[in-house]
């Protein structure tokens, strides 16, 4: 059972306009969700977290809107530019910090920004 | 400059040659892990470990194995490799103290 889904699969902003890309969970007992972000031929690197304890994280033009009740997150990249055209994962887990347990990955939604 | 290394970057094996795929990091981390990345699948948990001899089966254990003789050094054995083995395979560490996780770039493996 795949514990964290995202959509879309694939999607396409022109530069300057906002990307929204959206992620769900499965276990209610998942407190931390970081995403990643993944550049072809590189391996993931984290790009911004949040814990369930807050409902925004921002950094920069990213942003994390996070819905508890409805187990729902989303990442908003604003004013998107070419150099953001990625593949960006969202992961769970329970724990966080030192107690951080394993990651559940998503599938990824591949960000194209076209000049 | 803290970092995840992965040896080879590409390689192409036969079908039912074993496969070593090597994995170290400068961190001190106890925690790695291997992935296998396919299309539309994201990220799949191969094995965890915890530090050495240390190790756990991740959600898809089967066809592989591990080895973990140094904190530093973890290794993925594919013994008599698959074609459906092919895909990119990421090695992942972390830290005890508030870390998330650290990858490696990957090796690209066929199996043909």
């Known amino acids: 059972q795949q514990q964290v889904r995202q959509s879309p699969q694939s999607l396409t902003v022109w530069e300057g306009e906002t990307a929204i890309l959206n992620c769900s969970y499965e276990?209610?007992?998942?407190?931390?969700f970081p995403w990643y972000q993944q550049f072809p031929g590189e391996g993931p690197a984290l790009l911004i977290s949040?814990?369930?304890?807050?409902d925004k994280k921002e950094d920069g033009r990213f942003t994390i809107f996070f819905n508890k009740r409805e187990k729902k997150l989303s990442l908003h990249i604003t004013d998107s530019q070419p150099g953001d055209s990625a593949t960006y994962f969202c992961?769970?887990?329970?724990?966080?910090?030192?107690?951080?347990?394993?990651?559940?990955f998503g599938a990824g939604t591949q960000l194209i920004v076209i000049p | 400059d803290m970092k995840v290394t992965q040896m080879p970057r590409y390689l192409i094996k036969r079908m039912g040659e074993n496969v070593l795929l090597e994995c170290g990091q400068d961190?001190?981390?106890?925690?790695m892990y291997w992935y296998r990345q396919d299309p539309g699948l994201g990220l799949q948990l191969i094995y965890i470990?915890?530090?050495?001899?240390?190790?756990s089966e991740g959600d898809i254990p089967k066809g592989y194995r591990v080895s973990r003789k140094k904190r530093e050094h973890f290794s993925l054995i594919l013994d008599s490799a698959k074609t459906n083995q092919t895909s990119v395979y990421f090695c992942?560490?972390?830290?005890?103290?508030?870390?998330?996780?650290?990858f490696g770039s990957g090796t690209r493996l066929l199996v043909i």
């Open positions: 992942a560490s972390r830290g005890h103290a508030n870390s998330d996780y650290t």
């Open positions: 992961a769970a887990s329970e724990g966080g910090g030192s107690a951080l347990g394993r990651l559940h």
């Open positions: 961190m001190s981390h106890e925690t």
């Open positions: 276990d209610s007992t998942f407190n931390y």
């Open positions: 470990s915890y530090d050495v001899d240390s190790n």
């Open positions: 949040i814990r369930s304890v807050s």
